[in-house]
């Protein structure tokens, strides 16, 4: 049986974690063996743990890093909001605990990022725009997904952050081969929609997923740990967990 703590228990992801953990298919392989959020003991709740869970805020999850560190403790970050610095820092306590961070855990999400990289890598000529929908309390746009696949298209493409146009608004000219269009969407309810549309002439290719429900994310962290608990000190990427090559 893995042992985990929850950092940022009290929040919306924290709970749905801490529930799907009891369901059938993870009660008898995981369980919670502590809980952390604001005004608790952190080393009281981290003992017993092989791995912590972090849903929290990027200054939490900054300080959850060296507690992990200083107990041997395999850290997994769904934390979103992470900056640049705030991202390496986390990682450099890689060289000391296994590491796993994702601004998404739902597999789904994860095999979305795989073949976005396939598919702008196949087709270089192609036209590619991301959208992204989200319920109207989210606060950030885009979306930390919607980043990451904006990020691969960069990296598949050899692109710049000046070469990302967010939305369009008036005489913006023609289209540039080399543009990757970001559109975030808000309303209602809806968990969280994202496709990445490559255009070419006579015909369009869409990759989309739509989460359902927040337990897929909860599903995806649940199994992120069962796979780094045991690990040995490195980075680790859901890639891993779904047990596919990098694109």
């Not at 991301?130 to 696949?149: C, F, W, Y």
Request: with cysteine.
């Amino acid at each position: 049986m893995i042992r985990f703590v929850m950092s940022g228990a009290r929040g919306r992801m924290g709970q749905m974690i801490l529930n799907t953990a009891t369901l059938p298919d993870f009660k008898d392989r995981i369980t919670a063996s502590g809980q952390i959020d604001v005004g608790d003991d952190p080393v009281s709740q981290i003992q017993g743990a092989s791995v912590m869970i972090d849903f929290s805020s990027p200054a939490n999850t900054l300080a959850m890093a060296k507690l992990c560190m200083a107990h041997n403790v395999g850290f997994i970050v769904g934390t979103t909001g992470l900056t640049s610095a705030q991202k390496a820092e986390i990682e450099s306590a890689s060289s000391k605990i296994p590491v796993l961070i994702s601004p998404n855990m739902s597999l789904g999400v994860n095999l979305l990022f795989h073949l976005t990289g396939i598919a702008v890598s196949a087709v270089p000529q192609a036209d590619v725009e991301i959208v992204e929908l989200h319920h109207n309390q989210k606060v950030d746009a885009p979306s930390g997904t919607a980043a990451r696949m904006k990020d691969i298209v960069k990296e598949k493409r050899n692109l710049a952050e000046k070469d990302v146009v967010h939305g369009r608004e008036g005489l913006v000219g023609k289209r540039k081969q080399e543009e990757i269009g970001m559109h975030a969407v808000r309303g209602g309810d809806t968990p969280g929609d994202h496709t990445v549309y490559l255009f070419l002439d006579g015909e369009r290719l869409e990759i989309t997923h739509r989460a359902l429900s927040r337990i897929v994310f909860a599903r995806g962290a649940l199994q992120a740990a069962l796979f780094l608990s045991g690990k040995p000190a490195g980075i680790y990427t859901m890639n891993d967990v779904l047990g596919i090559a990098n694109a």
